[in-house]
């Protein structure tokens, strides 16, 4: 049992490049997240899903994309990357909603 | 809206000594809250959370946490922290409000804890 798992790990991108970052769970958790982390700001929230086939915009959705297209992988895309996207990525999963949730290692993303 | 504070960015202790970080909220149902840990270069691992009855829960590692509805707070507490302790807490807070929550959890910015030896 993996738990949630993403890759990559890390990567630099060059700006207006485009990338895509995997996040998978193996808990057949419904609710996904995508999430991006700043020093001093916390964790935002980028976009959601509730389940397959579906995703919803979070806090700071502008600039990113994402899919559902089955249920135990949510992927995020860059489709041009700028400097501002520089960050650490995290995923998450729950169960039900408001549930806790399980977070994969990150991937740190560098665009210069 | 919900949104979570942390007033504290940095915290530093003794090793032996006790810790609370702090934490309030603004959530307009009942809510549901976390403490989560980072360590240096790794996710976020749960500690305990709160989402119904004692208001006193307890949490991995020797941490608790208290619910309190009249402060809006959820202080997290260790009563003798040791080195391995140093790392980045956040508080959240999420819910089953309803709407379009969907659960999602809101994070307060951190607070970094040293513990010196």
């Known amino acids: 049992n993996a738990g949630v798992t993403q890759t990559p790990k890390f990567r630099v991108l060059k700006t207006g490049q485009s990338m895509t970052l995997l996040c998978a769970q193996d808990?057949?958790?419904?609710?996904m997240y995508w999430y991006r982390q700043d020093p001093g700001m916390g964790l935002r929230l980028i976009h959601y899903s509730v389940g397959e086939g579906t995703t919803a915009k979070g806090e700071v959705p502008d600039g990113y994309n994402v899919s559902r297209l089955k249920k135990q992988n949510f992927l995020l895309g860059l489709e041009s990357a700028a400097p501002s996207q520089t960050s650490v990525y995290f995923c998450?999963?729950?169960?039900?909603?408001?549930?806790?949730?399980?977070f994969g290692p990150g991937t740190r993303l560098t665009v210069t | 809206a919900q949104s979570v504070t942390q007033p504290d960015i940095h915290i530093t202790v003794s090793e032996g000594a006790s810790l609370e970080l702090r934490c309030n909220y603004s959530?307009?149902?009942?809510?549901?809250l976390f403490w989560y840990v980072q360590s240096p270069g790794q996710g976020l691992q749960l500690l305990l959370k709160y989402f119904s009855g004692d208001t006193l829960v307890q949490g991995i590692k020797g941490f608790e946490a208290e619910f309190k509805r009249s402060q809006s707070s959820f202080n997290l507490r260790k009563p003798s922290v040791h080195w391995s302790d140093a790392a980045e807490y956040f508080c959240a807070v999420g819910g089953d409000a309803g709407g379009t929550s969907y659960g999602k959890l809101t994070f307060g910015q951190g607070t970094i804890l040293t513990v010196h030896p």
């Open positions: 959530y307009g149902a009942t809510p549901y």
């Open positions: 808990m057949n958790h419904e609710y």
């Open positions: 998450a999963s729950s169960e039900n909603r408001g549930d806790e949730q399980y």
